[in-house]
C-alpha cells in the first residue's frame, strides 16, 4: 500500500484516534465540545432523584447554566413533575427544544402527559414534539393505543412536527407508525447491540442508513446515542473512560461533516438509572453526577469549575 494512502486506514470508523494519548484525547474531546453540538438529552435528576420525583425550576435552570455554551437543541423526556419547566428555561436561554411526553403502562398518566405536551406546545415551548420513547420496546402500549395518541397530538397542534421515539429498526418494522410520524426520531446504539468501539460509528451509520430507508424522504434524527464510561460491558462493546471520550468525538466529527442532526446522551450521569440497565445505567454522562465535565484535562476542567462558580 502506498504511503499516500495512510491516512485513509479507519477514516470509514472514525478520526485517528488510536494513537493518541489520554491527555490527546481529552485536548480533542474539549475541542470538539467548544465546537458545540446539534442536540443534547437533557438529565434533570441529580443524586436521589428518580423519575417520578417532583424536580426544581432552580436545579433545571443551574444544569441549563452548564450545557447551554455547547449546544443548539435539547430534548426532554416528560411534561409532569417539574418536567415541564425544562423547555420554558431552555427558551430562555435561546435553546431549540425535542419535547417528549414520556408514555407507559399508566393511562392517567400517560393522559396528564399528553395534555402537557399540547400545552407547552401551544404556548410556543416545542420545536418538535415526541409522542412516546421506546413504548413499542418495551411493550407498554399497543401499535393502535400510541397512533391514539400521535393523531391527537397532531389534530391539537397540527403546526408542530411531531414524531415517535424509537430504536432505529422499529421504523423499519412498523410502517404505520412511520407513516404518523412528521419526522422519524431513532435512537441508535452500538453499544447496546454489542459493537466494540473500533467499528462503531460504521454501524451507527448503518441504523442511521436503515431509518432513512424506512422514512421514505422524511427527515430522520438521531434522539440518543452515547457511550457509557465505566461499567461492564456487553459483548464487544467495552465502556471505558477513553473509549467514552473516542465514540463522543467520532459521532459529533460524522454529525458536523455530514450535516447529521443528533442528541448526544446524556449531559450528566444519573445513578438511578443502574436499575434498568446495570451499572453502565450511571455512566452515560458528559458531566458527572456533581455537574463537573469528566473528559477534560483535569487542571482545565478545575479551572472552568472555579470561573463557573464564581459567575453563579
Not at 420545536?127 to 397512533?147: C, H, K, P, Q, W
Request: hydrophobic content about 35%; glycine content about 10%; aromatic content about 12%.
Amino acid at each position: 500500500m502506498s504511503s499516500g494512502r495512510n491516512h485513509k486506514i479507519m477514516s470509514l470508523s472514525g478520526g485517528n484516534l488510536d494513537n493518541k494519548t489520554t491527555k490527546g484525547l481529552q485536548y480533542v474531546f474539549e475541542k470538539v465540545l467548544n465546537r458545540g453540538m446539534h442536540g443534547l438529552c437533557f438529565s434533570p435528576y441529580e443524586e436521589g432523584q428518580e423519575p417520578g420525583a417532583q424536580i426544581t425550576e432552580e436545579q433545571i435552570r443551574r444544569r441549563m447554566e452548564i450545557i447551554k455554551p455547547y449546544t443548539k437543541w435539547i430534548r426532554s423526556f416528560s411534561c409532569t413533575d417539574g418536567n415541564e419547566a425544562i423547555p420554558r428555561i431552555a427558551k430562555e436561554y435561546g435553546i431549540k427544544t425535542l419535547v417528549g411526553a414520556w408514555l407507559g403502562n399508566d393511562a392517567e398518566i400517560n393522559k396528564k402527559e399528553i395534555a402537557g405536551l399540547i400545552q407547552l406546545a401551544k404556548e410556543g415551548y416545542v420545536d418538535i414534539a415526541a409522542v412516546g420513547n421506546e413504548v413499542m420496546y418495551r411493550g407498554d402500549l399497543t401499535e393502535d393505543e400510541l397512533l391514539d395518541f400521535m393523531k391527537e397530538v397532531k389534530t391539537a397542534i397540527p403546526e408542530v412536527p411531531m414524531g415517535y421515539v424509537d430504536a432505529y429498526y422499529e421504523f423499519t418494522e412498523r410502517p404505520k407508525i412511520t407513516e404518523a410520524c412528521d419526522v422519524i426520531l431513532a435512537n441508535c446504539y452500538p453499544y447496546w447491540e454489542g459493537c466494540s468501539l473500533e467499528y462503531s460509528l460504521l454501524y451507527m451509520k448503518d441504523m442511521f442508513a436503515q431509518a432513512t430507508k424506512a422514512a421514505n424522504g422524511k427527515k430522520v434524527i438521531i434522539t440518543e446515542t452515547g457511550w457509557p464510561s465505566q461499567g461492564e460491558g456487553l459483548h464487544g462493546a467495552l465502556p471505558s473512560f477513553e473509549n467514552a471520550i473516542k465514540y463522543f468525538i467520532n459521532g459529533q466529527n460524522w454529525s458536523n461533516e455530514d450535516q447529521i442532526e443528533m442528541f448526544y446522551f446524556s449531559s450528566f450521569d444519573e445513578s438511578w438509572k443502574v436499575g434498568a440497565e446495570g451499572d453502565v445505567g450511571a455512566y452515560w454522562g458528559l458531566w458527572d453526577k456533581e455537574e463537573n465535565l469528566k473528559f477534560c484535562n483535569q487542571q482545565t476542567g478545575l479551572l472552568r469549575n472555579r470561573l463557573f462558580k464564581k459567575l453563579i
